[in-house]
Antibody, heavy 123, light 110 residues
């Protein structure tokens, strides 16, 4: 059974780059069976998709964040990562990594989620 | 402001049937399938319904989904106290080419 675990700093300064890693267990990050993605949830608010990527390197980003987001894969560590530059306090949120079992493409649902990691943007 | 519109709250008593609506547009629900997620307090969302009506393994058949035009609904029958959670609808949106979510509905079991 696929399991995901987020890790990274819990505090990031405004204007700096938020960097998180998602470690995958129970499956290969290089598998053609999954898309890998990030979703965030500000405190007390709803969910926002950040982006997804396929093992081949194809990436899909939320257009509102596209200029600041990079999702990449480290096959040697079976991990994928998120980098979000120039963050503001409004981006304080719980950040989740998730997997999408490939059926049609990036529109497949997130069927496995990590437990989430709280990131606070503050000086 | 979420792209998909859900009522902020819903409630019911144990054993009742409750429905939660999700309204979108032609670029999302109107042309793509709808997924529903359940988020219990303090936990990560969990996929509850996918492809409008399908339940992942392990999800009780008390949960059902439907879609018509640019709207979708989640129905919960035989309401139980453990169903108290936030529920989110989601669908792929052809413009801006990514998944969009509803604002969530907080279900209270009275």
């Amino acid at each position: 059974q696929l399991q995901l675990q987020e890790s990274g700093p819990g505090l990031v300064k405004p204007s700096e780059t938020l960097s998180l890693t998602c470690t995958v267990s129970g499956g290969s990050i290089s598998s053609s069976s999954y898309y890998w993605g990030w979703i965030r949830q500000p405190p007390g608010k709803g969910l926002e998709w950040i982006g997804s990527m396929f093992y081949s390197g194809s990436t899909y980003y939320n257009p509102s964040l596209k200029s600041r987001v990079t999702i990449s894969v480290d096959t040697s560590k079976n991990q994928f990562s998120l980098k979000l530059s120039s963050v503001t306090a409004a981006e304080t949120a719980v950040y989740y990594c998730g997997s999408q079992t490939y059926t049609y493409g990036p529109q497949d649902p997130f069927d496995i989620w990590g437990q989430g990691t709280m990131v606070t943007v503050s000086s | 402001q979420s792209v998909l519109t859900q009522p902020p709250s819903a409630s019911g008593t144990p054993g009742q049937r409750v429905t939660i609506s999700c309204s979108g547009s032609s670029s999302n629900i109107g042309s793509n399938t709808v997924n529903w997620y359940q988020q219990l307090p303090g936990t990560a969302p969990k996929l509850l319904i996918y492809s409008n009506t399908q339940r992942p393994s392990g999800v009780p058949d008390r949960f059902s989904g439907s879609k018509s035009g640019t709207s979708a609904s989640l129905a919960i029958s035989g309401l139980q106290s453990e169903d108290e959670a936030d529920y989110y609808c989601a669908a792929w949106d052809d413009s801006p080419n990514g998944p969009v979510f509803g604002g969530g509905t907080k279900l209270t079991v009275l």
